[in-house]
Structure formats: structure tokens, C-alpha cells
């Protein structure tokens, strides 16, 4: 009998020690209403905007699958039921249905709309969860209040984090995507 059980808490241990570890960027939507959302980052190849992804109320979404490569990621967000956005002073290309977009220059030129993402500090983990919250989202069509500038807080052991989604100061120069100087949009 302790052979079997021996045998079978072997069995179970090589099972787990033999599956993935998680390692995504996640968006968890803590609303009342359906969010869409969007995200950037910069690859090997250099900076892209892709979306949109949905997510229920109380549902979270995988923006970026596997174990993440870049620190710093950014997010746009809309509550289409409510109205109102989440979303901060990186700039990127977008638009309306599902998209892929490589670069972060002329987005009005090669026929996209240029947002503002929000920055999401990953400290180099390997895996981080965003939490939008109705708090968050002003109102439609409304110019978002200028957050004072918060660190993200301190992931627990690990190589797991999670932050509260609210715009974030941008990252240091060599970080960061560079500001768009052709922009139409009033900030």
C-alpha cells in the first residue's frame, strides 16, 4: 500500500512540476459593464499596438500570452456600455476593429487614429494582472483627470504582479515610445 501511494504522490509531483509555469499579462475587468482593450509594447522588431479584446464584468482577458519580454507594457480601455476610457500620454496607432500595428509614427497618415495607453510597469516579471475598476472610467467624451503619479505596488514573492489601472508617469527616454509631434488631439 505505501508503494502505491509512494508511486501515486510521484506520479502527481512529476505532473506538476512538468506543467508551465503562468506567465501572461492579464487585464482583469472589476466593472460593472463589457470593457474592449488594447496593447502595446515594443518587440524585437520595435514598437506595435494591437486589440481589441473583450472582457465581461467580474472576467479577466490575456493581452499578452506567455512569459513576458519587455518591463513596460501600455493599455487602452473603453467601457462601451458606459462610456468613458482608460488611458495615459503613450502614444499609439489604433483603430476601431481588430488590429496589429507596427510603428508609432504618422498614424493619422497611414489611415489609423493615435490614443493615448497608459503604462503598466511589469518590473521585469515574467507575469503581471491589470485591474480596471469603475472609478476609473470619466465620463464619455469627458477630458480624464491628471492622476497624481503613482508608483506600481510591489508585486508579492515571486515572479507575479498586479496593479491598479490608472495612468502612470511614461518611463525613462530609451523606454518609452516617442511622442507623436503631429498629434490632432488636445491635451
Do not use: H
Amino acid at each position: 500500500m505505501k508503494r502505491i501511494l509512494m508511486a501515486a504522490s510521484l506520479g502527481a509531483g512529476l505532473a506538476l512540476a512538468s506543467m508551465p509555469a503562468k506567465a501572461d499579462l492579464q487585464l482583469c475587468n472589476r466593472t460593472a459593464s463589457k470593457v474592449q482593450a488594447a496593447v502595446g509594447y515594443k518587440d524585437k522588431d520595435g514598437w506595435v499596438s494591437e486589440g481589441w479584446w473583450s472582457a465581461n464584468p467580474q472576467a479577466c482577458m490575456k493581452l499578452v500570452q506567455g512569459s513576458l519580454q519587455a518591463r513596460y507594457y501600455y493599455i487602452y480601455a473603453i467601457d462601451r456600455q458606459k462610456g468613458g476610457n482608460w488611458g495615459g500620454k503613450a502614444l499609439f496607432c489604433m483603430k476601431e476593429k481588430i488590429f496589429t500595428i507596427r510603428g508609432i509614427n504618422d498614424c493619422q497618415g497611414r489611415g489609423f487614429e493615435q490614443q493615448g495607453f497608459f503604462e503598466v510597469d511589469t518590473g521585469e516579471k515574467s507575469d503581471w494582472t491589470v485591474n480596471l475598476s469603475d472609478d476609473k472610467a470619466p465620463a464619455a467624451n469627458a477630458p480624464a483627470p491628471a492622476p497624481a503619479p503613482q508608483a506600481a505596488p510591489a508585486p508579492q514573492q515571486g515572479t507575479t504582479g498586479n496593479t491598479q489601472a490608472q495612468p502612470l508617469p511614461l518611463p525613462a527616454p530609451d523606454a518609452t515610445p516617442p511622442a507623436n509631434t503631429n498629434t490632432q488631439q488636445g491635451q
